[in-house]
């Protein structure tokens, strides 16, 4: 690639030493980004992280996909939603889960074997888990389409219009069932916001070996837009997921972001990322560290002190204690579970199958007689 061929860089406007741009046209007023809110969901969203690690070296976990160093990504762009906006995700968004109010005890279920899967939209429009490398981009499309359906998109009415958001990797470029979803968002219009973390690494893959452009360049060849910002730069996340969104709930159509950043943990904890990858690029990338980045502003403009710190040290240590309890509290899941959450309402051969299923359950759990 020629220099005059090399992407723009990402938009930031939250730059590394803590400065933040004044002329940048962020969201003001009710829209803006909260700032002391978006500290404390990185640094919680962080404990959750360190603490399942924790559990799983216990052997209290099975296994556990970090986020370290994307917080700024998932923070910004779940501060963005609302309540009635729909999110699938991949299997690392803790802290867009922790933004939409999930309980962090609850994304430990799948990594303990406590859970068998499924979605109760009732309880909250956040799909756990999705392990299936860009499958979710496909259910966040079919999701999007209902919501036309619904009269939901376009009408102005703030409680009622709503958006997809459909988090993936830059490994899940490379998938069939990514580009399926952007071509039928494309030819749909659909309210559908595609969240790329491209955190440089799919597994043991670099983003070079898989694309020749930035990812944020392949939304043009489907025909909507796509944006890239620094993934590592909570502010800019934040307006580009709400500029998206606000656009996708309006009846504008999709979007694709593409937030760069690195993930500075291995893959999962059953990853040993040091065969494939120097760990000088570690310490590049901490020199970036999104809540870093946000404490130096907040500390330079007066806005917190060592009393916020503190009490927020101290609602960590809470936390890390309610997930420790938590996790080794957890219920054994009902055979019932996976047919109750397949469909919204189940239909009569499906119910047969669940009663067959809990018959032979029950005959397994008396013994032969």
Request: with cysteine; hydrophobic share 40%.
């Amino acid at each position: 690639m020629s220099s005059s061929q090399r992407p723009a860089e990402p938009w930031s406007v939250l730059h590394p030493d803590g400065r933040l741009d004044p002329s940048a046209g962020l969201p003001t007023g009710s829209d803006a980004l909260d700032l002391l809110k978006a500290l404390r969901d990185m640094v919680l969203a962080r404990r959750v992280d360190a603490e399942a690690i924790a559990l799983q070296r216990q052997g209290e976990l099975g296994l556990w996909p970090s986020m370290l160093g994307q917080e700024g990504a998932q923070v910004g762009a779940g501060s963005a939603l609302r309540p009635r906006d729909v999110v699938f995700p991949t299997y690392r968004e803790h802290a867009v889960a922790w933004c939409f109010g999930v309980d962090p005890v609850q994304l430990l279920g799948l990594f303990r074997g406590t859970t068998m899967g499924g979605w109760d939209p009732r309880e909250r429009n956040f799909n756990l888990y999705t392990l299936v490398i860009g499958a979710q981009t496909l259910h966040a499309v079919g999701y999007a389409m209902g919501i036309v359906r619904d009269g939901d998109v376009g009408t102005g009415e703030p409680g009622r219009d709503r958006a997809v958001l459909a988090f993936l990797g830059d490994g899940a470029l490379s998938e069939g069932e990514t580009n399926e979803a952007f071509v039928w968002a494309a030819a749909q219009n659909l309210p559908v916001v595609f969240f790329c973390q491209n955190n440089q690494w799919a597994i043991s893959a670099p983003f070079s070996v898989q694309s020749r452009v930035p990812a944020a360049d392949r939304a043009a060849g489907f025909g909507f837009p796509g944006v890239r910002v620094d993934g590592n730069d909570v502010v800019a996340c934040y307006a580009a997921t709400q500029a998206a969104l606000a656009t996708a709930r309006a009846g504008g159509g999709p979007t694709l972001i593409e937030a760069v950043t690195y993930r500075r943990n291995p893959h999962t904890t059953s990853d040993d990322d040091l065969r494939y990858r120097a760990s000088t690029e570690n310490d590049h990338w901490l020199e970036r560290d999104p809540v870093e980045r946000l404490r130096r502003h907040l500390s330079g403009t007066g806005a917190i002190d060592d009393t916020f710190l503190e009490a927020l040290a101290l609602e960590e240590e809470a936390l890390a204690q309610r997930l420790r309890t938590g996790c080794r509290e957890l219920p054994v899941p009902s055979p019932e579970d996976p047919f109750r959450h397949t469909l919204e309402r189940m239909p009569r051969d499906l119910e047969r199958q669940m009663h067959e299923h809990l018959e032979f359950v029950r005959a397994g759990e008396e013994g032969p007689r």
